[in-house]
């Protein structure tokens, strides 16, 4: 099959115009390590492996479609961690030895795949964290500590993306969450925001099920044939300044740069959006205040 052209088409959109369509984890495409429940939105990895764990998305991702997880369980006796993505190769063409037993270097090494680390500290038992590509390609993350870091760039945006997620080294099992906690895509052309179908409250993390043996600061006791991984990558970049990044496009057509400032000091928008947002709503997108311009502002004189 040609990279690009898939049968998994996007979902119908079943609660309405302004719904993405459900998400839920790939059932054909799963690590040799993992199982599914609550309906495919839970993954959880053998306990006694710290790889094999690769899934993937049960249908494409859209741009700027913030994927919402929930760490459910973690086992500290293991190095490494959560690895996200994105592929254009859809999970269900890519044969029967098909996913390999990590992401980072099975897949990353070929075009097609990308995927990066999230560091160790920020994943633990309730955490829920978010993580989206944007237009220009960048894969953004979002912890639980509320800041945003741009995991890597050059992400093929122009053809139809799976997400991957790879339930490595501590991080033994996520949940997807729903429409309530929000895996969404903003549609500021119609100022409103497009989530996935929604689904039951997902049941409270037990911490019980989770190894802490690190943070506990005690000997973990694990059966003597378990053995420890390095974890083959051992550096990440993380770019603070990610917010500034993506304040520099256009919050509406997401292409052209940012350059007009607005009276209530917002610079989100570029000239042609700006009188087209001006015009059909008269707010701005990101605090909805009017947008009332003088005769100064407007260059007219008397």
């Not at 979002?142 to 122009?158: F, I, M, S």
């Not at 701005?284 to 100064?296: A, G, M, N, T």
Request: proline content about 8%.
């Amino acid at each position: 099959m040609e990279i690009g052209r898939s049968t998994e088409m996007y979902p119908p959109n079943i609660c309405g115009r302004h719904c993405l369509g459900p998400l839920s984890f790939h059932k054909g495409a799963l690590g040799t390590n993992v199982w599914l429940s609550l309906g495919g939105r839970r993954v959880e990895r053998d306990r006694e492996t710290f790889q094999n764990g690769l899934t993937f998305s049960s249908r494409p991702i859209r741009v700027q479609e913030k994927i919402h997880l929930r760490v459910e369980c973690c086992d500290q006796h293991w190095h490494g961690a959560l690895r996200l993505g994105f592929t254009i190769i859809p999970p269900s063409s890519s044969g029967p030895l098909f996913p390999p037993a990590m992401a980072i270097p099975d897949l990353t090494t070929t075009y097609g795949y990308w995927a990066s680390i999230v560091p160790s500290s920020l994943i633990i038992p309730g955490a829920e964290l978010r993580f989206w590509v944007t237009p220009r390609g960048m894969l953004v993350y979002e912890g639980p500590n509320g800041l945003r870091y741009k995991l890597l760039k050059g992400v093929d945006v122009t053809r139809p993306l799976w997400a991957m997620i790879d339930v490595y080294g501590q991080t033994r099992a996520v949940l997807l969450l729903g429409e309530a906690h929000g895996s969404e895509k903003k549609d500021l052309l119609k100022l409103q925001i497009r989530r996935s179908c929604p689904v039951p409250p997902p049941p409270s993390v037990s911490h019980r099920d989770s190894c802490m043996c690190v943070n506990e600061d005690h000997p973990c006791r694990t059966p003597q044939d378990y053995r420890l991984s390095a974890d083959p990558i051992t550096t990440t970049q993380i770019d603070h300044s990610i917010d500034r990044d993506i304040a520099d496009d256009c919050v509406v057509c997401l292409s052209a740069r940012a350059s007009v400032v607005l009276p209530c000091a917002h610079r989100c928008l570029c000239l042609r959006c700006t009188q087209r947002v001006t015009a059909e709503f008269g707010n701005c997108p990101l605090c909805r205040q009017s947008i009332r311009y003088s005769d100064e502002d407007r260059g007219i004189k008397n």
